[in-house]
């Protein structure tokens, strides 16, 4: 089991707070290779993406996750999400686990899922502190996804609703909170995973700000991720992925420089990329991810077998 300590750090000087896993292996003074999660839209570590962590560390590497401001046990305005933050979260998240003792900060990477997925594209873009990425169903254009959960009349009406409330902003100072299902309108499999598992935890938040929208049509990772290279990124998507197209991550591999690599997962939705919900795609995922990380944070591998790893072409995996 790995050991779990509960942490706190500063990002613009919001305390956000996060869990570090270290391997129950891990010697007094020894340093490991680390990797920060970063959690998705609706927000919170606690309600999907503790299993990764979990799994990191029993392969080796040091975890890191948290929770961005304003959500879970972060401080914050509640459930506010601005990628330009939540992007600085993560770089600063990067900056604090340089500073603990496990923590070897030449080796430090990054995973994300849905729109963390992006987030940790632009991060990495900005930061070449961060050695390799994982960005699983990502997000790569925030207008071009949000347009496509929506029939053409629904996109307009929507537009107008978001300039309505932006003038709502600058008279009163609030946004009309609503649910979460009114900013990402998915499939019927989303939704269910959305009201039966992710609502259902105890810390999930109560609306979200229509100027979350207004700040995501403006949020495109796959203006940036050619920045990454040639630092290491690896991709995986869901094929049947109701909620973000796999279009998202066609498009990011396209634009992205070498070394890339780029996985489907046939059958999948966009929530099977979770344990609590198809433990066999989170094991293709944590597969995938633990070989690239393997690949590219430690020490070096036969060249046949990193040739293996390394193939930047695509590929579909199944179960």
Not at 106 to 121: D, E, K, P
Not at 161 to 179: A, C, F, H, I, Y
Request: charged share 25%; aromatic share 8%.
């Amino acid at each position: 089991m790995a050991k779990i300590t509960k942490l706190t750090f500063y990002s613009d000087g919001v305390r956000l707070s996060g869990l570090l896993y270290e391997p129950d292996d891990l010697k007094p003074g020894e340093r490991r290779p680390t990797v920060v999660g970063c959690h998705g839209y609706t927000g919170m570590k606690d309600v999907y993406l503790l299993p990764v962590p979990e799994r990191l560390a029993e392969n080796g590497y040091v975890a890191f996750v948290f929770d961005h401001r304003g959500f879970g046990a972060s401080e914050g305005i509640r459930a506010r999400l601005i990628p330009r933050e939540q992007v600085e979260d993560i770089r600063n998240a990067v900056t604090f686990v340089g500073t603990l003792a496990s923590v070897d900060p030449r080796r430090i990477a990054l995973y994300g899922t849905s729109f963390g997925g992006g987030n940790v594209i632009c991060a990495a873009a900005e930061d070449d502190r961060v050695r390799c990425v994982v960005s699983v169903v990502p997000v790569g254009d925030g207008e071009r996804w949000m347009k496509s959960l929506r029939g053409h009349w629904q996109w307009l009406k929507f537009l107008d609703r978001l300039e309505e409330d932006r003038k709502q902003r600058v008279v009163t100072g609030n946004s009309e909170r609503v649910d979460v299902t009114e900013l990402m309108p998915g499939d019927p499999h989303s939704r269910a995973v959305i009201t039966e598992k992710v609502k259902a935890a105890e810390t999930y938040t109560g609306g979200y700000p229509l100027e979350n929208a207004q700040a995501t049509l403006t949020h495109k990772p796959e203006a940036v991720v050619h920045q990454i290279s040639p630092r290491p990124i690896l991709f995986i998507h869901s094929e049947r992925d109701g909620l973000v197209p796999v279009e998202e991550s066609y498009a990011l591999f396209a634009k992205a420089q070498e070394p890339k690599r780029l996985v489907t997962i046939p059958g999948a939705d966009h929530y099977d990329v979770y344990q609590f919900v198809d433990p066999k795609v989170f094991e293709i995922v944590m597969r995938e991810s633990v070989a690239w990380f393997d690949a590219h944070l430690k020490p070096a591998r036969p060249a046949v077998e990193a040739e293996r790893i390394v193939d930047s072409g695509r590929a579909s995996v199944t179960a």
